[in-house]
């Protein structure tokens, strides 16, 4: 067993180590993922290139070969856990950039794998491979480098931008790391071959180095865990209050995202600025500001924020001390738009204002609708009481008449039934109303007693005028007796014209009948008489001139 081969064992377990530990940290950061699959990687490369070594024959040269040439897969999954840690990713050209290299990384394993041809030789540390001499292998390599150099670039502008001491520590030694890590890469695998000198492949140790050195940040400066500064500044960056650090001076020193995006500067414009720059009516600032000390903690003040354009903010504003060490160093201000707060207490005021007079004209009109309503319930009622006054004079008309009175809707069903007619059919109302009227009402003809030959409404619907006037029949009540009527019938019209029952009436009118008879009988009696008077007076006219005759004959006789 070489050196080499104990270099490569040795970089398996710590890259297998140190991935484990990393993912045990925080293995919910994509950042976490993205590096424990790195380190995964790595190891096994490690672990193949070490079995590679160690091959007694060809044939397992060759088997621990093949693995090798996933290699330019590690080269995205560098890139990418740097883009992750920077906080670059979302850089939207950073991003197809990396997506590009993954596509490059694949394209280059697909060559590895079938189109170049690699020769296994056996060297003094152990087997290796005879790089193929193309322009493929040596333009992946090329590649290698060149992302290597770009991830070095960003970590580099990233730890410059970093206000942190904790990430900047970290980013320190991850950028070590990445120096070893491509520097010993194209050191062994392009400058030196094309020296015709040939040296171990450093990819994997170099690799252990930066493992080395995460491992390093890893227990000095915390990295992946998450610590109070980070907690601290991601809260402070992510918030959205806007808030300000400002010294005992009342100068500002840190300031957010939200702060800047609520008065429209830029972070160099405020810092260094005078606090009561852009407060507009902060007034009596050393007793507030002796109040506060004495208290170390102040909340919803209510006060404004001048904006850059002049454009005044409404903010509820609360402060405290900032201390370390018991000693005063500052103060910390939050203060959060009231704004939209203010546009809807105004909203809700002019709401409430709108609904009360909306109420109060409803109110009015209710009270208008409630009087004529009153109004019309007087009249209404008032109306049916004259309706009532007038239904009961009808009803005692039509029970003190002697003519029979009988309603019916337009289906001939009895709705209405007079004494009078109780009387003649020798029926109760009270059994008649609903029942159809052809099954009470059975007026006969006079002359043949036989019944008409269509009904009284029949007779009223067919009539051009809707009536039937002066029918002579003969009513038979229910104990036998006949009553010579004269029938009287009309129908009942609505607003519209439209039937909406019939009214038949009907008289006694025997008794007048036999009056008649009678009258008749008296006055032929009369005329007899006046006739025999005449006769008797003719006949004694006639006897008068005869015997006047014979006297006048006797003495002219008596004479002679």
């Not at 290796?128 to 970590?155: M, N, Q, R």
């Not at 940040?217 to 918030?239: E, K, N, P, V, Y």
């Not at 904006?307 to 201390?323: A, N, Q, R, Y």
């Not at 008309?397 to 029979?404: A, E, P, R, V």
Request: hydrophobic share 45%; with cysteine.
């Amino acid at each position: 067993m070489t050196i080499h081969s104990l270099f490569s064992l040795f970089g398996a377990a710590l890259c297998f180590a140190l991935g484990c530990i990393v993912f045990t940290k925080n293995h919910r950061s994509s950042t976490t993922v993205v590096f424990t699959i790195l380190c995964m990687f790595f190891s096994f490369w490690s672990f193949s290139d070490f079995q590679l070594c160690q091959s007694d024959n060809v044939n397992r040269v060759f088997y621990w070969l093949t693995f090798t040439y996933f290699w330019p897969l590690t080269i995205p999954l560098l890139l990418h856990f740097i883009l992750n840690y920077s906080k670059y990713l979302n850089n939207h050209f950073l991003l197809i950039f990396l997506v590009f290299t993954y596509i490059t990384a694949l394209i280059f394993t697909y060559i590895n794998l079938f189109i170049l041809q690699f020769t296994p030789v056996l060297y003094s540390w152990g087997w290796g491979y005879d790089s193929p001499e193309s322009a493929l292998f040596l333009s992946s390599k090329i590649w290698y480098f060149f992302t290597s150099l770009i991830a070095a670039i960003v970590l580099f502008v990233y730890s410059g931008a970093e206000k942190s001491k904790s990430i900047s520590n970290q980013t320190y030694y991850i950028l070590i790391g990445m120096a070893v890590f491509s520097l010993a890469g194209f050191t062994s695998e392009i400058l030196l071959p094309f020296m015709s000198i040939r040296i171990p492949d450093l990819t994997n140790t170099s690799f252990t180095l930066m493992a080395g050195f995460v491992g390093w940040a890893i227990w000095r400066h915390r990295l992946f865990s998450l610590d109070s500064s980070t907690a601290a500044d991601t809260i402070i960056s992510t918030m959205s209050d806007a808030l300000a650090v400002v010294d005992l001076d009342h100068k500002i020193e840190v300031v957010n995202k939200s702060l800047l995006s609520m008065l429209g500067y830029h972070e160099d414009e405020l810092i260094g600025a005078d606090l009561h720059s852009i407060i507009s009516n902060f007034k009596y600032q050393d007793s507030t500001l002796t109040t506060l000390m004495k208290k170390d903690f102040l909340a919803d003040i209510e006060t404004t924020f001048k904006k850059k354009d002049g454009t005044l903010i409404p903010i509820s504003l609360s402060w405290s001390v900032l201390k370390e060490n018991s000693i005063f160093r500052g103060f910390v201000f939050i203060a959060r738009d009231m704004s939209e707060r203010e546009r809807n207490k105004f909203i809700l005021q002019k709401a409430h204002d709108d609904l009360e007079k909306r109420v109060e004209e409803r109110t009015n009109e209710l009270k208008k609708s409630n009087e004529q309503l009153l109004h019309e319930i007087s009249e209404r009622t008032g109306a049916e009481q004259k309706l009532a006054d007038e239904k009961e004079k009808l009803a005692i008309t039509l029970k003190s008449i002697d003519d029979g009175v009988i309603t019916t809707d337009v289906n001939g069903i009895i709705i209405l039934f007079n004494q009078a007619a109780e009387d003649m059919i020798e029926c109760n109302s009270e059994n008649i109303i609903g029942r159809k009227l052809d099954e009470i009402y059975k007026p006969l003809q006079t002359k043949t007693k036989y019944e008409h030959e269509f009904d009284i409404i029949h007779e009223i619907t067919n009539n051009p005028y809707f009536s039937l006037y002066g029918r002579q029949s003969i009513l038979i009540s229910k104990s036998g007796k006949e009553f010579t009527i004269t029938e009287t019938g009309v129908s009942i019209k609505d607003h519209q014209d439209n039937t909406t029952g019939y009214v038949i009436v009907f008289r006694d009118i025997t008794e007048k009948n036999h009056l008649e008879e009678e009258r008749f009988k008296a006055r032929k009696l009369e005329s007899i008489s006046l006739l025999a008077s005449g006769i008797a007076h003719d006949f004694n006219d006639l006897l008068t001139g005869i015997i006047t005759n014979l006297f006048m004959a006797k003495m002219g006789i008596d004479v002679q």
